[in-house]
């Protein structure tokens, strides 16, 4: 079977490219993609959630250079002769129907040593669409026996000729990274259960980003706007980027809110050209929209219009809506510009927004130069990460990003960048 | 930039800094937190990788500084104690207290509460840093908030310059140890040589140097060669959730650790899980795998810049049921390495060396040659810059600057000499090398006259594929007689007559290749903890306290021990080990219960179930389809049986 699957697999691979590319039209995602793409060194267990039989050949092209194995019940195995052939080639691995035999877990752990890869459907049955179905805690424990990665993969399960699917292939995990003791029920219940919300998440950022197409027409003023302003101004407007935290700040994906203090009128094109990359959406006191040309250029670039006079729900919800779209949004929460002295006091709408949408904050702080047309210095911190909604916890995530900004200033001041 | 370029860039920056700071801990701090960007901590959460750089963890010490200048009133020069495990808070309550102008105390959280709570009384303690919950030492808690607060510009802040440390937990007594910036300057000077020395632990993978917080910072080897060696240089603390086997593993695979420093508890734990999987696999494997080990010693003393990479191929399978591919550097300290761990670690590609040092001296001496003849001699190297050592009587004297400048022993607190006596007997080599060959209370004197270190008699033993949770060799003397060189073997509680006669065959087997004069005269038993639950190894003069107080009992023979021993104690513990795979009470597990339909276990739980049973009887029982075992008795009838 060893020659006849080193035959077979990769002929079915290159035939079946045309069926991939009409079938699937696999969209993947990554969630954090400097740390997963889909090469994968060495042994490793590929947790997936399950919709129809279709999961596996999307997987069977998602990961192309590898063999991966399925562990299949007894009943899929020997459904027909054909499948029972196909399945024996990609050499998955059967569940005996006896419930006290888990060999399928010592079969699992020896291939995975000599550095094979496997996948696992812990739900055991077909789930509906859009929803999951209790997930059997086993892959815990193959994966501890292991001692190897779980890459969790998050499918939609949209998959015909006129559909397309989704997919995001998740951070590596270990399995001590949600049990302590693997022979405790109760610890790997909870971890199962906090291995299951950390799918959904995935699932739900899944969606949003699957609603952010990579062209729209509705989006053609922004990117357009962007592209022609920036011909123009592009020399003019020097922007240096000091990434001060872990990460450098081109490298978050999916919804974040960029919270900056506000020096000035030219702060949105500084962000803009620091994110070029993405689209940033910002919100605009009410102020500047004066007539309707004007507004309809600041709508068309992305901007929000905000009442700062009164509490503006409608300006929040559409914040939040961009976020849940899985966009950036650019804030300055001061509220106003404050061209001298020290940063004023946040307001708590970063926070909420942050909350409502589970999105996390990068602080930034940019320094003021001299004259508008000078080098602009940006310096970047660590995200904050999104606290559970709670009204009385709203005021200190305000205060840790202010509190974060206020530390990057002293970098800046150190560093020799702020003009006295 | 390249790597080494950059290495040698930072490395010369901070010798520089490290030449002509003063002595006090701002420089120190100052040095320490001028990496912005780079991060100082990670660690997992959730499976999240979660990292702080060191510009953030710089905001969190001022911030808590301030808290905790207001919260004692501006109060200086007190001892505060830091009840935190490896964690970030830990550096933040470290470098807090110093901050706000008062002592941290880094008090040794595996000390029993009574130790804990005599030495915060005698040392004055009146506040201890808590993180969730207050403590239970009977001391005032300043716990962390969960958000800081604001820093006001004009904020202040003037340092202390002492810390204050207590001992390991292997001796069980109140020592404490004080260290002034400049004392802790000098243990740091140290590395500016060791960086000179060896190019090895410069080693990096992907780029960066990432080191596993396995050993507390509460502890002087963590304190120094973890925590202040290399965050002087920006490397990164990967900090553990647990310390289980499977969690540190994973931690190291999943964060590309690059140095592991450890105590050998650790590497001999390796070897023998190794050993035994080994084993487990047959005769040919076996004698494969000792072919490779020899083979591989043999390629890397000859070739030893392309030897150890050519290693790596055929250890693949075993690398990567270990660490992965990351590890670039080990250290153990502590206390004795088996000979048989170092090697197998330095032949299996992962790079062991031997370190040395005490909490009343710091780190004082670390094997760093490249040639790995030199490393599996077990030898300490030589002493490091600020280090002076002398051998008066066989026992090793150390003097230097980085030796702490007092001690408090039970309360009362005693300025040391400028030479400290450590009680280790060692020997020097043609080569000016140091071996340490064990602790001058545990040798024991021959019949001829000839002192016997136990710590080289015990690596030659290995229990572990037999039920023996530890064992002891030392000096044990009956009704004032003269020590005679004894074993003490803690059984497991499931152990049987059949195990004990299997356990004295292999001690004979072992025993009888060793010379007159070393042999072992007396074997005793016992179902008692030898070992100190928070200690990492045998204390013996643990183990001799409590066999005077009566609190270990021995017997010669399992029988003799338990006169009443009955079938009903493997019942009592097959039913334990259900009820533990259940999470169920043991009153409703008869004997005859059916596992599936009677006890509603699961197919995972028999899982757990036949590794429990395996890992507690060391048995190897597989799935029988035919004669499934399912109920007690079933397994109780089957021990029987197949048992050794």
């Known amino acids: ?420 | 930039m390249n790597v080494e370029r950059y290495q040698q860039k930072i490395i010369k920056k901070y010798t520089k800094i490290i030449d002509e700071a003063k002595g006090t801990f701002e420089e120190i701090f100052d040095a320490n937190f001028s990496h912005n960007k780079y991060p100082i901590v990670e660690y997992s959460e959730d499976g999240k990788i979660i990292k702080i750089s060191y510009q953030e963890m710089k905001r969190r010490i001022v911030a808590f500084s301030y808290y905790l200048t207001n919260k004692l009133d501006n109060r200086r020069d007190l001892y505060i104690a830091i009840n935190l495990e490896n964690s970030p808070e830990w550096i933040m309550a470290f470098w807090g207290i110093l901050m706000s102008g008062n002592k941290p105390y880094l008090m040794n959280l595996r000390h029993p509460d009574t130790l804990i709570k005599k030495s915060l009384n005698d040392l004055g303690v009146e506040y201890s840093v808590d993180l969730h919950e207050e403590n239970k030492f009977g001391v005032k808690s300043v716990l962390i908030p969960e958000f800081l607060g604001e820093i006001p510009s004009d904020y202040k802040y003037e340092f202390a310059n002492e810390i204050a440390l207590s001992t390991s937990a292997t001796s069980m007594e109140e020592k404490i140890c004080f260290y002034s910036g400049k004392e802790l300057l000098s243990q740091m000077t140290n590395i500016k040589e060791i960086l000179k020395q060896t190019k090895e632990v410069r080693r990096t993978y992907h780029q960066t140097i990432k080191l596993l917080a396995f050993l507390p910072f509460y502890h002087i080897f963590g304190l120094i060669t973890v925590y202040f060696w290399f965050t002087f240089f920006g490397y990164t603390i990967v900090l553990l959730k647990d310390y289980s086997p499977q969690t540190i593993l994973s931690t190291i695979k999943k964060h590309e650790v690059t140095h592991l420093f450890a105590v050998p508890l650790l590497w001999h734990t390796i070897e023998d899980e190794l050993v035994k999987q080994v084993k487990a696999r047959g005769p040919e494997v076996e004698k494969k795998f000792y072919d490779g080990i020899e083979k591989s010693i043999r390629v890397q003393s000859k070739h030893p810049i392309i030897g150890p990479k050519l290693i790596k191929g055929p250890f693949k399978e075993i690398r990567s049921s270990l660490f992965g591919d990351s590890i670039q550097f080990c250290i153990s300290g502590g206390s004795y390495l088996r000979s048989s761990s170092l090697k197998l670690m330095n032949a299996i590609g992962y790079p062991l060396y031997c370190g040395y040092g005490a909490t009343e001296i710091g780190i004082t001496s670390v094997e760093l040659s490249k040639n790995i003849k030199d490393r599996l001699r077990n030898s300490v190297g030589y002493p490091l810059a600020s280090i002076e050592y002398r051998i008066v009587d066989n026992v090793l004297v150390v003097k230097g600057e980085s030796n702490c400048h007092k001690v408090m022993i039970n309360g009362k607190t005693i300025k040391t000499d400028e030479y400290y006596i450590t009680n280790d007997i060692v020997h020097q080599d043609e080569t000016g090398r140091y071996y340490i060959d064990g602790r001058k209370s545990d040798i024991v004197i021959a019949d001829n006259g000839e002192n016997i270190n136990p710590d080289v008699i015990e690596e030659l033993f290995n229990f572990s594929s037999y039920p023996v949770n530890c064992f002891s060799i030392l000096g044990l003397s009956k009704e004032q007689e003269k020590e005679t060189l004894s074993i003490v073997i803690e059984l497991k509680q499931t152990a049987l007559k059949k195990d004990e006669e299997a356990i004295r065959s292999y001690f004979d087997s072992i025993n009888s290749t060793l010379d007159m004069t070393q042999r072992i005269k007396n074997i005793y038993f016992t179902f008692d903890q030898i070992k100190n639950p928070a200690a990492i190894k045998v204390s013996r003069k643990y183990l001799k306290a409590h066999l005077d107080s009566g609190d270990i009992k021995l017997f010669t023979s399992i029988i003799n021990s338990n006169e009443e021993y009955k079938q009903t104690s493997l019942t009592n513990t097959l039913i334990k080990i259900f009820a533990e795979a259940l999470r169920m009470d043991e009153d409703k597990i008869k004997p005859d219960s059916h596992f599936l339909y009677d006890l509603n276990g699961t197919s995972l739980d028999y899982f757990t179930l036949l590794s429990m049973i395996n890992e507690q009887f060391s048995l190897e029982i597989a799935f029988d389809v035919n004669n499934p075992l399912v109920s007690v008795s079933d397994f109780e009838k089957y021990i029987m049986e197949n048992k050794k």
């Open chain 1, 1 to 420: 079977m060893k020659f006849i699957s080193a035959i077979l697999i990769p002929i079915m691979k290159v035939t079946g490219i045309p069926l991939e590319l009409l079938f699937f039209k696999r969209k993947t995602y990554y969630q954090y993609r400097k740390m997963q793409k889909r090469t994968i060194k060495g042994g490793a267990l590929i947790v997936s959630n399950h919709h129809s039989f279709w999961d596996y050949i999307m997987v069977f092209f998602l990961f192309f250079w590898y063999k991966v194995r399925p562990i299949v019940s007894y009943e899929i195995m020997h459904k027909n002769k054909v499948l029972t052939f196909f399945l024996r080639v990609v050499g998955a691995i059967e569940v005996s129907r006896n419930p006290l035999d888990m060999d399928y877990i010592n079969k699992a752990v020896e291939l995975i040593r000599k550095g094979k890869k496997v996948i696992i459907y812990p739900e055991g049955h077909f789930a509906p669409i859009g929803k999951f179905l209790p997930f059997s805690n086993s892959y815990l424990k193959i994966a501890q026996e292991a001692n190897c990665p779980i890459i969790p993969l998050y499918t939609d399960g949209h998959y015909g000729f006129f559909k397309r699917n989704h997919v995001m292939v998740g951070t590596p995990v270990y399995a001590s990274d949600f049990v302590s003791d693997i022979n405790d029920k109760d610890d790997r219940e909870q971890g199962n259960s906090r291995f299951v919300s950390n799918m959904k998440e995935m699932g739900e950022i899944t969606e949003k980003r699957s609603k952010t197409p990579l062209f729209t027409f509705k989006m053609f003023p922004m990117d357009f706007g962007k592209v022609f302003i920036f011909a123009h101004i592009w020399p003019f407007i020097r922007v240096k980027v000091h990434n001060c935290g872990t990460r450098k700040h081109n490298t978050y994906e999916g919804p974040l809110i960029v919270s900056a203090n506000h020096i000035s009128f030219t702060d949105p094109i500084v962000l803009i050209k620091a994110f070029f990359y993405r689209r940033l959406h910002f919100l605009i006191a009410k102020e500047v929209y004066a007539n309707k040309a004007r507004n309809a250029g600041l709508n068309g670039l992305g901007g929000i219009k905000i009442d700062r006079q009164s509490f503006d729900i409608d300006a929040i919800n559409n914040a939040c809506d961009v976020l849940n779209k899985g966009r950036a949004l650019l804030v300055f929460p001061e509220g106003h510009i404050i061209r001298e002295g020290e940063i004023d006091a946040f307001k708590n709408g970063i926070a909420i927004m942050s909350a409502k949408t589970k999105t996390n904050i990068l602080p930034i702080y940019i320094a003021k130069s001299k004259k508008w047309y000078h080098r602009h210095h940006i310096f970047v911190g660590d995200v904050v990460k999104y606290s559970p909604f709670d009204m009385k916890k709203m005021t200190s995530t305000a205060l840790e990003v202010s509190s974060k900004i206020k530390a990057l200033e002293k970098i800046a001041k150190d560093g020799g960048y702020l003009n006295d």
